[in-house]
């Protein structure tokens, strides 16, 4: 029997479901895959723009229109509504404003969209006016698209200038699309602006360990990659300085190539192991900055502090003593593939179905990633040395495991990349050290900067895309290639269940349920793509199969009929 909740637990659950809704109705929700050559439509725009002028762009002299309409309410600040006491009422208000706000300037132009916030909010003309005036930039490169055009020149031969990597939200400039992204100087990053933003992160993570574990984890597992450390100017390597205590120094030349040890009387915490493991882009992209990793970790082993407050320094000794390690051995913490090759290749052995234990899906993991990038004892350079166990011993002291999540575009079951490294990590350390690692994200662009969980990540992940109707119905706009993300997205849940266990089982109810036991609903996807049907009712049987979840019978029968039928159908395509 479940006990009767008094009223103001029933108050606390209400609030924190209400605060879960919100959280989902922020969500920038991709409705559709885009079409090359095609201008963004006008619900997509809003939605990106609306996004755009979420957050203060100092750089563009604009203002977040949701602060702006709050500060004109009186009703404290934005930011602070949403980090400490989320009113819905006044979130739906605020958001309301903006929303309305943006769609005039969409439906019309910017001047009606300001006098509109003048009159119903009383925000000043002024400020909102210079946020306008970069929504109407990006608007207007949203209504052009130049990809085609661009091809064409390519093709010819000719020159494109390449942009920013990043997305639309994060860095507006990245518009006009069509062309190649630009990497980033190294010795730039991590910028300031990436540092500062990285502290909040790091705190942010170390406080959730704290709150559930009751201390600080001795070793964190990080997962580095290129890409997002171009588009964020480096907040991974940031947040991994933030975790050891250390600060990065700028040469003559404005060059990041040495660390500042922060005191611990400043730090107010200890300092703690940060095993990193790369991405082969981030080792092709990045090699100043992984010396720069490198020598962060053994400034800190290096440091005369005590073993509680240092926990790079404690775990280097303990490994020097009992497995008679030299110190350069002991504190390597850089790690990626062999020079030349990418990729965990996790995500292919979970795709294929070609594994017997989860086990073997760390192993795999190891075997790919356990090249050294450090250094020897003469300070020579070592670059791709084979050391498996020197990352075995990293890894068995690792206590919990986390990767930035830098893009409003792409999620954690968006792509198979982020359960083979953050999911293959994981599982590696919870063979070694014989006990699952807390496995945190952060979601550090919202404008609430939030540590999540795994689980709560993928529950997240999952109402906002695959089980909402406005994402599937973007999809299956596409036709074919809907219904394969569909699929997709299901086989990449079905990877962090494979790697860290980390799916509900109701979610596999509710795939089954909307995508293949509604009938209509199965029909719609039958018709545009057999296969992929075929593909994601084989899924969901190996997720029973391996014991990720357990349906009733009917419901089993019923995902069996729909692949032995297929069988023959789709052998005839
Ligand atoms: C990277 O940017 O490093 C990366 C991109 C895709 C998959 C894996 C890594
Ligand atoms: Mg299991």
Redesign the pocket.
Same mark, same amino acid.
């Given at each position: 029997m479940k006990s009767k909740l008094n009223s103001i637990e029933r108050d606390v659950r209400v609030m924190r479901l209400s605060e879960e809704l919100i959280e989902l109705e922020q969500r920038l929700i991709p409705t559709g895959l885009h079409i090359f050559g095609r201008a963004a439509e006008l619900k997509e725009k809003q939605d990106l723009l609306r996004a755009v002028a979420s957050f203060d762009r100092p750089e563009h002299g604009a203002h977040a229109l949701p602060k702006l309409v709050a500060e004109a309410l009186e009703i404290d600040s934005y930011d602070k509504l949403l980090q400490e006491t989320p009113t819905s009422e006044t979130i739906e208000l605020v958001d309301g404003i903006v929303r309305e706000a943006v769609q005039r300037f969409c439906e019309v132009d910017a001047e009606t969209a300001v006098s509109w916030l003048n009159a119903k909010a009383g925000v000043d003309s002024e400020k909102s006016r210079a946020t306008f005036s970069l929504l109407t930039r990006i608007a207007e490169q949203l209504d052009s698209n130049n990809e085609i055009e661009s091809l064409l020149r390519a093709l010819r031969g000719e020159y494109i200038a390449p942009g920013p990597g990043a997305d639309i939200v994060q860095n507006p400039l990245v518009l006009p699309t069509g062309r190649n992204t630009h990497a980033v100087n190294p010795y730039s990053v991590p910028s300031p602006v990436a540092f500062s933003r990285a502290e909040f992160t790091a705190n942010a993570l170390l406080q959730r360990y704290h709150e559930e574990h009751g201390r600080y984890p001795r070793a964190l597992a990080l997962v *580095?990659? @290129? *890409?997002?450390? %171009?588009k964020t100017q480096g907040e991974g390597v940031a947040q991994a300085l933030w975790l050891l205590g250390v600060r990065p120094v700028r040469d003559a030349l404005n060059r990041v190539t040495e660390v500042e040890v922060i005191p611990l009387e400043e730090l107010q915490r200890p300092r703690v192991d940060v095993v990193m493991t790369?991405? @082969? %882009?981030?080792r092709d *992209?990045f090699a100043p900055t992984m010396t720069l990793l490198d020598k962060a970790v053994r400034r800190v082993a290096a440091l005369d502090e005590p073993f509680e407050l240092n926990y790079v320094r404690r775990n280097i000794s303990e490994n020097m003593t009992a497995n008679a390690a030299e110190f350069d051995d002991a504190a390597t913490r850089v790690f990626s593939n062999a020079p030349g090759n &990418? @990729?965990t290749n996790v995500n292919f052995m979970v795709m294929d179905s070609q594994w017997d234990s989860e086990e073997t899906l760390g192993e795999l993991f190891v075997t790919r990633k356990c090249f050294a990038y450090s250094r020897d004892s003469s300070g020579r350079s070592v670059e791709g040395r084979e050391a498996r166990h020197l990352m075995d011993d990293a890894l068995s002291r690792v206590e919990a495991t986390y990767q930035n999540l830098d893009s409003f575009e792409v999620g954690i079951t968006d792509?198979d990349?982020y359960f083979? &490294?953050l999911g293959g990590v994981s599982k590696a350390v919870e063979t070694r050290t014989k006990s699952r690692p807390a496995i945190y994200l952060s979601d550090s662009l919202s404008p609430q900067t939030k540590i999540r969980s795994l689980a709560e990540t993928v529950r997240l992940e999952t109402r906002a895309k695959t089980l909402n109707p406005k994402w599937y119905e973007g999809m299956l706009k596409h036709g074919f290639r809907g219904v394969a993300e569909i699929e997709n997205h299901v086989a990449n849940t079905f990877g962090w269940s494979a790697t860290a266990d980390a799916v509900d089982p109701w979610i596999y109810t509710e795939i089954s349920k909307t995508f293949l036991l509604d009938q209509a609903m199965f029909e719609r996807l039958l018709e545009l793509n057999p296969h992929s049907v075929r593909s994601l009712a084989k899924r969901l049987l190996e997720a029973h199969n391996r014991g990720y979840w357990n349906p009733d019978e009917e419901v089993l029968e019923q995902l069996h009929e729909i692949v032995g039928d297929l069988e023959g159908a789709v052998a005839r395509v």
């Open positions: *580095l990659w @290129g *890409l997002d450390n %171009i790369v991405s @082969g %882009i981030f *992209l &990418y @990729g792509v990349h083979e &490294y």
